[in-house]
């Protein structure tokens, strides 16, 4: 009496293959969300590649305003240097009226 009867073996086979059925549906459908490892490596190659020139163009910018820093440096020298020969001029020539050196 302790072993199962033709008709419980077929229902546990059916049971089991209806398992098996359903999680080889489930695993069919988490592979169908995975991408392939060529196209995977294809799509990392191409950010390394985008984020290598997108680091290249900032360094050219930073260079660029270092070169725009230095440009303004160089006017406000100039500025300062105009600035500073009119004010001496200025003086000089109130100083020359005043003293009344021909």
Request: proline residues 1%; glycine residues 6%.
């Amino acid at each position: 009496m302790d072993e199962p009867t033709l008709g419980e073996v077929a229902r546990t086979l059916g049971r089991i293959e209806t398992d098996i059925g359903r999680r080889l549906d489930d695993i069919v459908g988490r592979l169908d969300r995975f991408v392939a490892v060529e196209v995977y490596d294809a799509h990392r190659a191409a950010i390394g590649e985008r984020l290598d020139d997108l680091a290249a163009e900032i360094a050219e910018l930073h260079q660029q305003r270092r070169a725009d820093d230095d440009r303004r440096a160089a006017d406000r020298r100039i500025m300062t240097g105009a600035v500073t020969t009119a004010v001496l001029s200025l003086v000089v020539s109130v100083l020359i009226s005043v003293l009344g050196i021909k």
